[in-house]
């Protein structure tokens, strides 16, 4: 159970994958259940990249690269910001979100980003200051403002610079514990850093009120914009869409990635973003202690708090979150600067909070007296009736209730139902109704309300329509007609044809609704009504584990067909993987089978193929983890106690019961393997026989031994077992010339180890298939005599377990299945782990040597991602080495670039013997190559290989081509007196991302 604790913890998100497909950054920002902590990180991922790019943009500058690194940097650096960017709008531009993920520092970055892009004229750097354009005064604000996502920028802007003094504490900075050199310390550092940005922000929040006050004024905005993630999103995931057949470094990047702001806006109503610009002036002028000004804001705020529009406010929508207040805070203010709360918004009342905090013992009629007279919030009134005993409960709602209809809201029916339960209660809500509309410190409207809600009541119920009648009513009577106190209604008439309706409803010939049903009553009707035009379908499965013990009891007999569906729905409910109603159907197919169900054996083996119905449906999950890993870990350990149980139960069982469990050990073995519990497989009994169990338990001891008895394992025992299961019988001839197919002395039957490998998902487990079955794939390759290339062998990691097992055989071996085998394999690898290096550059090692090159070339150009950190750092040595780079000369070749294999070639570790068999390709090659060709000539980084490239196109008579061939490398960078080395590794670098560029269609 161990190798599961990984599904608990979801992994961390990582750039590089969101960077490179923009569609899947774009489903994860449009998912209802986006995790906003994990999209806040991944925006801090982008923003860190984007920063070092403008950093190198920097050195740029001094002249010491050209001007494809400096173009290639800019667009990448855009569409980084604009990947935050997009980050941040599907977190509704939270402040709070910001606050808690990210710097101050950061946020200076992302506004400034913000800033160049509704502002390219400005050219505003990372570093510069974006309030020189949000708060320049010298034109007209409506000139400077006057498209949609300026007047959001410098909205959002502005509020984020009051925030940060109000609302952003400052960070304590803790010194590292150990420093006995004295050497600067850089948490220390970055506090100073932050400090003082915060500190210059603080300074600008004047102008940032001054700059919210100016947009209050502006009668020119009717809706107020906020862009979405596709604004932002949307050019990039076009240029993936119409990438170039041809990459060429030079124009692929001349234009730089945009936003588009003629996408998707969030449109907030006028009343709705005034509230909320007049909230962010209220905290501002408030913490600033500008207390006038706060409480001209506030009085502001609470008229224009009844326009506001449906939907605000609330979690639904996207203009809803962004515009959410908290109606605590505005009663706080309320209280604070003395000025009355409308509706919609709490606040506590000082002077009638004893009544709440300090009850009386036992709550009695003088306390529901008071609470009446008083003017409690409905928070506060639900407080009241929480401290209210519980025979008092009924009475307080009933005033409560009087209070709610006052107020707009009227009585659920389960309210009512509770009030009118109770008599006493019943005549509490007549004289609170009574009490509200009589009062003349309410307004008329509330009173009308409680008049009208008085009406409905009566002619809901004529006890409450009498006690209103009996009730004293100084202002005239809450019922003005008394003998209308009942509403009469029609009787409407039934539906003619019921009938009719519901075969409407149902639908469908009986043939359809048998097949459908899973009522045994239905499907009996259903049959009965068929006769014999109902006909069994010949493809209609039944479980073997059952059938094979039930059926023939059946047969010839008129249930058959009967019993036989039955169990076919059974088998479907097992491939859907409905657990809860396999259990269910399943007893009501006991009960059918009569006497045959109550045999032992027959229920023994329903027993048993409920837990091989729960093993098919974890295999099929695992290891896609579901929504909710730590489910998918509980499921399998109580799976795991039932499957344990039940084979050490049927040890003691009569033989039947023995080969019943036997049946199902393909998925029970496969289960053990994948949550590696070797020693319970160790540990079964060998009256337990399977063919599986014992290929398991071989695995189990080499998974359970040290280093050096792991080799003994591989190389004797487990070789020794399994090698007659890849030989081919086929070429084996008898002295009378016949052929041998004798398999009785194999351990596993090929179909049988095939089914295993489906099943098998374990990584380590993996790893060693991977490496035997790659061993007796390379073997297999050698012996046909079409495939005499030394290079085709494919990569296996771990090759010194089998250094030994092919010494002086001649054994044929069935390339078909041990091709076949080595699929399966290779594919649930990519299942498990598709970032693993070695796997990869196995599994693209076998199409090559499959000859499916285009697939082969896609494998190798994600081993050189997998295994790189942004195809910066050195590919390692044991994982790419000159053998790949020579598959990928040939893999491109067979694609048609020819001139990008031919610099493949300086990639190489050794090219010295290669390069004759470049130019070679290159004049067996057409005279026009169709891969852009000379664009890919200033990625040349060899002189030795430039060289024999112009003597290929001096033969070919290629005369224009060698001449572009030497312009490219006449340049300062590659003369040998400055820094070479370094322009190599640029060259080098560049030369693997158009590789990656062109394999993936995609831009780096």
């Known amino acids: 159970m161990n190798s599961l604790n990984f599904l608990r913890d979801k992994p961390l998100d990582n750039w590089i994958e969101y960077f490179l497909n923009p569609t899947k950054l774009l489903d994860l920002l449009a998912a209802e259940d986006r995790d906003l902590k994990a999209i806040a990180q991944l925006a801090c991922q982008f923003i860190e990249q984007a920063k070092a790019v403008d950093k190198e943009l920097d050195l740029f500058k001094d002249g010491m690269f050209d001007e494809d690194s400096v173009t290639y940097s800019r667009c990448k650096a855009a569409r980084l910001w604009l990947c935050a960017l997009s980050c941040l709008a599907s977190m509704d531009w939270g402040l709070n979100v910001l606050k808690e993920s990210f710097t101050p520092l950061v946020i200076k970055a992302l506004f400034n980003r913000l800033v160049f892009f509704c502002f390219p004229e400005r050219n505003i750097g990372v570093n510069d200051d974006a309030s020189t354009v949000i708060f320049d005064h010298s034109g007209d604000i409506s000139s400077l403002l006057n498209t949609p996502e300026r007047i959001f920028v410098a909205w959002f802007y502005s509020v984020w610079i009051m925030s940060i003094s109000v609302r952003f504490q400052e960070t304590v900075a803790k010194p590292t514990v150990s420093n006995p050199g004295n050497q600067p310390d850089a948490n220390l550092a970055l506090a100073e850093q932050i400090r003082v940005c915060v500190a210059e922000h603080q300074l600008k929040s004047e102008d940032a009120a001054a700059m919210l006050e100016e947009i209050l004024k502006m009668d020119s905005i009717k809706e107020f914009s906020v862009p979405t993630k596709d604004c932002f999103m949307d050019e990039i995931v076009k240029d993936c869409d119409r990438l170039p057949e041809i990459v060429n470094p030079a124009e692929a990047a001349a234009v730089l990635p945009k936003p588009n702001f003629q996408a998707t806006f969030v449109k907030i109503k006028t009343p709705d973003w005034r509230i909320l610009t007049r909230y962010h002036l209220i905290c501002y002028n408030f913490a600033s202690n500008k207390l006038s000004k706060a409480k001209d804001e506030l009085r502001q705020f609470l008229s224009d708090w009844p326009r506001r529009t449906r939907g605000f406010g609330t979690p639904k929508t996207v203009a809803g979150r962004i515009t959410f207040i908290e109606t605590e805070v505005i009663g706080g203010y309320c209280e604070a600067l003395q000025l009355p709360c409308p509706r919609g918004i709490s606040s506590s009342l000082p002077a009638e909070e004893t009544t709440i905090l300090y009850p009386p013992t036992a709550p009695d009629i003088a306390w529901i007296e008071k609470v009446r007279a008083s003017n409690f919030s409905m928070s506060r009134r639900a407080?009241?009736?929480?401290?209210?005993?519980?025979?008092?409960?009924?009475?307080?709602?009933?005033?409560?209730?009087?209070?709610?209809?006052?107020?707009?809201?009227?009585?659920?029916?389960?309210?009512?139902?509770?009030?009118?339960?109770?008599?006493?209660?019943?005549?509490?809500?007549?004289?609170?109704?009574?009490?509200?509309?009589?009062?003349?410190?309410?307004?008329?409207?509330?009173?009308?309300?409680?008049?009208?809600?008085?009406?409905?009541?009566?002619?809901?119920?004529?006890?409450?329509?009498?006690?209103?009648?009996?009730?004293?009513?100084?202002?005239?009577?809450?019922?003005?007609?008394?003998?209308?106190?009942?509403?009469?209604?029609?009787?409407?008439?039934?539906?003619?044809?019921?009938?009719?309706?519901?075969?409407?409803?149902?639908?469908?010939?009986?043939?359809?609704?048998?097949?459908?049903?899973?009522?045994?009553?239905?499907?009996?009707?259903?049959?009965?009504?068929?006769?014999?035009?109902?006909?069994?379908?010949?493809?209609?499965?039944?479980?073997?584990?059952?059938?094979?013990?039930?059926?023939?009891?059946?047969?010839?007999?008129?249930?058959?067909?009967?019993?036989?569906?039955?169990?076919?729905?059974?088998?479907?409910?097992?491939?859907?993987?409905?657990?809860?109603?396999?259990?269910?159907?399943?007893?009501?197919?006991?009960?059918?089978?009569?006497?045959?169900?109550?045999?032992?054996?027959?229920?023994?083996?329903?027993?048993?193929?409920?837990?091989?119905?729960?093993?098919?449906?974890?295999?099929?999950?695992?290891?896609?983890?579901?929504?909710?890993?730590?489910?998918?870990?509980?499921?399998?350990?109580?799976?795991?106690?039932?499957?344990?149980?039940?084979?050490?139960?049927?040890?003691?069982?009569?033989?039947?019961?023995?080969?019943?469990?036997?049946?199902?050990?393909?998925?029970?073995?496969?289960?053990?393997?994948?949550?590696?519990?070797?020693?319970?497989?160790?540990?079964?009994?060998?009256?337990?026989?399977?063919?599986?169990?014992?290929?398991?338990?071989?695995?189990?001891?080499?998974?359970?031994?040290?280093?050096?008895?792991?080799?003994?394992?591989?190389?004797?025992?487990?070789?020794?077992?399994?090698?007659?299961?890849?030989?081919?019988?086929?070429?084996?001839?008898?002295?009378?010339?016949?052929?041998?197919?004798?398999?009785?002395?194999?351990?596993?039957?090929?179909?049988?180890?095939?089914?295993?490998?489906?099943?098998?998902?374990?990584?380590?487990?993996?790893?060693?298939?991977?490496?035997?079955?790659?061993?007796?794939?390379?073997?297999?390759?050698?012996?046909?005599?079409?495939?005499?290339?030394?290079?085709?062998?494919?990569?296996?990691?771990?090759?010194?377990?089998?250094?030994?097992?092919?010494?002086?055989?001649?054994?044929?071996?069935?390339?078909?299945?041990?091709?076949?085998?080595?699929?399966?394999?290779?594919?649930?690898?990519?299942?498990?782990?598709?970032?693993?290096?070695?796997?990869?550059?196995?599994?693209?090692?076998?199409?090559?040597?499959?000859?499916?090159?285009?697939?082969?070339?896609?494998?190798?150009?994600?081993?050189?991602?997998?295994?790189?950190?942004?195809?910066?750092?050195?590919?390692?040595?044991?994982?790419?080495?000159?053998?790949?780079?020579?598959?990928?000369?040939?893999?491109?070749?067979?694609?048609?670039?020819?001139?990008?294999?031919?610099?493949?070639?300086?990639?190489?570790?050794?090219?010295?013997?290669?390069?004759?068999?470049?130019?070679?390709?290159?004049?067996?090659?057409?005279?026009?190559?169709?891969?852009?060709?000379?664009?890919?000539?200033?990625?040349?980084?060899?002189?030795?290989?430039?060289?024999?490239?112009?003597?290929?196109?001096?033969?070919?008579?290629?005369?224009?081509?060698?001449?572009?061939?030497?312009?490219?490398?006449?340049?300062?960078q590659m003369n040998a007196a400055n820094l070479i080395q370094n322009e190599r590794h640029l060259r080098n670098r560049g030369l693997v991302r158009v590789l990656c560029s062109q394999v993936f269609r995609i831009h780096f």
């Open 383 to 972: 407080e009241c009736d929480r401290i209210g005993a519980a025979s008092w409960s009924r009475d307080f709602m009933a005033e409560n209730l009087a209070h709610r209809v006052s107020k707009g809201l009227f009585i659920t029916m389960e309210e009512r139902q509770a009030i009118c339960s109770s008599n006493s209660a019943l005549v509490q809500l007549v004289k609170a109704l009574v009490h509200v509309a009589s009062d003349k410190r309410r307004n008329e409207e509330e009173r009308v309300r409680v008049k009208m809600a008085a009406h409905l009541l009566a002619s809901m119920d004529p006890r409450i329509a009498d006690e209103l009648a009996k009730a004293d009513e100084p202002d005239g009577g809450l019922l003005v007609n008394q003998k209308n106190k009942y509403v009469s209604c029609e009787r409407q008439e039934s539906i003619s044809d019921v009938a009719a309706f519901k075969e409407m409803l149902n639908g469908g010939p009986l043939y359809w609704k048998v097949l459908l049903s899973y009522d045994t009553s239905e499907i009996k009707s259903f049959l009965s009504q068929l006769g014999t035009k109902f006909a069994l379908p010949c493809r209609f499965q039944v479980p073997n584990m059952i059938g094979e013990a039930v059926l023939p009891a059946f047969v010839n007999k008129s249930g058959y067909d009967y019993i036989a569906l039955l169990l076919g729905k059974l088998e479907h409910l097992a491939k859907i993987g409905d657990i809860k109603q396999w259990t269910s159907f399943g007893n009501e197919c006991v009960k059918e089978l009569g006497v045959i169900g109550r045999n032992q054996d027959v229920q023994m083996r329903f027993a048993c193929d409920v837990v091989r119905v729960q093993l098919d449906k974890w295999h099929r999950l695992f290891p896609v983890v579901p929504t909710s890993a730590a489910v998918f870990v509980h499921v399998t350990q109580e799976l795991q106690n039932t499957v344990q149980s039940l084979v050490q139960a049927s040890l003691t069982m009569p033989s039947s019961s023995i080969d019943t469990v036997g049946s199902m050990m393909l998925q029970t073995v496969a289960f053990f393997i994948n949550t590696t519990e070797w020693q319970f497989i160790l540990k079964i009994s060998s009256k337990l026989k399977s063919p599986f169990l014992d290929v398991a338990k071989v695995l189990a001891a080499y998974m359970t031994s040290d280093p050096a008895m792991k080799k003994k394992v591989a190389d004797g025992a487990w070789w020794q077992i399994m090698h007659a299961t890849f030989e081919d019988p086929t070429t084996k001839r008898r002295n009378d010339g016949s052929s041998v197919r004798d398999q009785t002395r194999l351990l596993i039957s090929r179909g049988q180890f095939l089914a295993l490998l489906r099943l098998i998902k374990e990584p380590l487990s993996i790893a060693f298939l991977i490496s035997f079955v790659g061993k007796i794939f390379n073997y297999a390759l050698m012996m046909q005599h079409s495939r005499n290339e030394e290079n085709a062998r494919i990569f296996i990691q771990h090759s010194e377990l089998w250094q030994s097992i092919f010494e002086g055989s001649n054994a044929p071996v069935n390339f078909r299945y041990v091709s076949e085998c080595l699929e399966v394999i290779l594919h649930n690898s990519t299942l498990v782990n598709p970032i693993n290096a070695f796997w990869l550059r196995s599994f693209a090692d076998y199409r090559y040597a499959r000859e499916q090159f285009e697939d082969a070339l896609i494998l190798y150009m994600e081993t050189c991602v997998a295994c790189s950190d942004s195809l910066i750092k050195p590919f390692p040595d044991n994982v790419v080495d000159d053998v790949m780079w020579y598959k990928v000369q040939r893999c491109l070749r067979a694609c048609g670039s020819e001139t990008l294999a031919a610099l493949v070639c300086q990639l190489m570790r050794d090219p010295q013997e290669h390069y004759v068999l470049t130019a070679k390709a290159l004049l067996e090659s057409q005279n026009d190559i169709p891969d852009g060709s000379s664009a890919f000539f200033p990625l040349i980084s060899d002189m030795n290989l430039l060289e024999f490239m112009h003597d290929a196109y001096e033969k070919l008579g290629l005369t224009r081509r060698s001449q572009l061939l030497l312009q490219a490398i006449s340049m300062p």
